[in-house]
């Protein structure tokens, strides 16, 4: 997690905001560019943040993250703050009835469901487009939100853009899910007659 403070006073300003370094883009050269280092979330959700030391933000949204540590600089430290959040490393999650479920890695936060799906290379025709599943966490709840793709309401459902760690589950149609069934069942009944078949052979020879 990338955090930036400014303000009018640079100098202020300037402890709350962690260094800047150079990034290779090939061959494992430096100088390709300038990139803040960002903050690692331990275990117990809690940032080392400079003078402060521990700050917990595991759980808060971006909005509670911004007042806490403007709580804490302002304005003792820093006048009329402004924070800057971005997640350095957000992923979603895919799963179901699409071409290639899993976890992906976003280069910036801004990623809509539509993309996630095009991301894990789109439904399956079997796939249930109608009522897809969102699973977000939220405070220390799971929500769960339906979407139908189909529908002009997923423009603005409140999971069209998606959150960090947001679960995308996409469901098997009624078709898929009665083959399914039919195939346990049919190679049910063919182990079930074989074994009869056998016993009533053995019945005979003897």
């Not at 494992?28 to 690692?40: P, R, V």
């Not at 991301?119 to 897809?132: E, M, P, Q, T």
């Not at 459902?157 to 996409?170: A, G």
Request: proline share 4%.
């Amino acid at each position: 997690m990338q955090i930036t403070v400014a303000s009018d006073d640079a100098e202020a300003v300037k402890p709350f905001n962690l260094p800047a370094v150079s990034f290779s883009v090939a061959n494992n050269s430096t100088g390709g560019g300038m990139q803040q280092l960002s903050y690692l979330i331990d275990s117990n959700g809690e940032i080392d943040f400079p003078i402060f030391g521990k700050l917990k933000i595991g759980g808060l949204t971006r909005e509670e993250t911004i007042t806490l540590i403007i709580g804490k600089i302002a304005p003792d430290y820093v006048k009329n703050p402004t924070i800057n959040i971005r997640i350095s490393n957000f992923k979603i999650t895919v799963q179901g009835d699409v071409r290639s479920p899993g976890t992906f890695t976003i280069p910036n936060e801004r990623v809509t469901i539509l993309d996630a799906i095009g991301l894990a290379g789109d439904l399956n025709i079997s796939g249930k487009r109608d009522n897809v599943l969102v699973i977000r966490e939220e405070g220390n709840l799971k929500k769960e939100y339906r979407v139908n793709l189909l529908s002009k309401k997923t423009y603005t459902s409140p999971v069209f853009y998606l959150q960090q760690n947001d679960i995308v589950y996409v469901e098997h149609n009624y078709a898929k899910i009665q083959s399914a069934s039919s195939n346990t069942n049919t190679g049910l009944f063919i182990s079930i007659s074989g074994t009869l078949i056998a016993i009533i052979t053995l019945i005979i020879r003897n």
